[in-house]
């Protein structure tokens, strides 16, 4: 819940910067539903547009929700849904999870379904258990054969200042990995996994080097251009 239309100044920077750099990575922001047209309008063609949460019908009575057409409507080619900030701050389910990223495919937006676990999850060693479950009841079996993104998200590295360390991400990346191919095949081979937990530009390198991290799904660093690029640069180096 950041950003107003002066804001946007900040793809006005982005776009100055993006075609100087090899398109070697998908580079994607997902801004309040507020801006996305505006946002849509004036980014790069290189860059893209998605939202932050989509309901998971089509249209209704459903006041202050959106759904997965309007922001295809409004631009947006992909969606975030299950995001830690949403199940916590509105109770969204698994399975509320798993609805919405069916949504999302009906819309043709492609989805980003969000994993992780809590400080009290990792400190009792059941973060592994812990991942299966949660994607076990959030990714739909409609996935198969479609393209979408798993990000995970420690929520305990969550501007909280501390961040898992390579070995920590490697385990849980792995695990997800397995899973996704022991149930989607060669889907799940080519899935990209991201990495969420408070990636910034002094360590995004790092973090992007290690096995099955194809990527990040960017929080505060996201605000500014200049951090954002910074990210960027480092994943295509």
Not at 56 to 79: K, P, Q
Not at 206 to 229: E, R
């Amino acid at each position: 819940m950041n950003g107003l239309s002066a804001a946007l100044a900040e793809v006005d920077a982005i776009n100055d910067i993006l075609p100087q750099l090899e398109d070697k990575a998908d580079c994607l922001l997902c801004p309040p539903a507020t801006l996305i047209a505006s946002m849509k309008a004036r980014a790069h063609p290189r860059l893209k547009v998605g939202g932050q949460s989509c309901h998971a019908s089509e249209n209704g009575a459903h006041t202050g929700d959106i759904a997965a057409e309007m922001l295809a409507d409004a631009g947006a080619s992909y969606v975030i849904v299950g995001h830690s900030e949403r199940r916590q701050d509105h109770g969204e389910t698994d399975a509320d999870i798993a609805s919405q990223a069916e949504a999302a495919l009906r819309a043709n937006l492609i989805p980003i379904i969000c994993c992780g676990e809590s400080l009290e999850t990792r400190k009792a060693d059941a973060t592994l258990d812990f991942i299966s479950a949660q994607l076990a009841g959030s990714l739909p079996d409609s996935l198969s054969a479609q393209t979408f993104v798993v990000a995970y998200e420690p929520i305990w590295a969550i501007g909280t200042g501390e961040v898992a360390t390579p070995d920590q991400i490697a385990d849980v990346h792995a695990h997800i990995r397995n899973i996704l191919v022991e149930r989607f095949a060669d889907t799940g081979t080519n899935t990209p996994i991201l990495y969420g937990g408070s990636m910034k530009p002094g360590n995004a390198a790092d973090i992007l080097a290690v096995q099955n991290v194809d990527g990040g799904l960017i929080g505060g660093a996201s605000l500014k251009a200049a951090d954002f690029m910074s990210i960027y640069k480092a994943a295509i180096a």
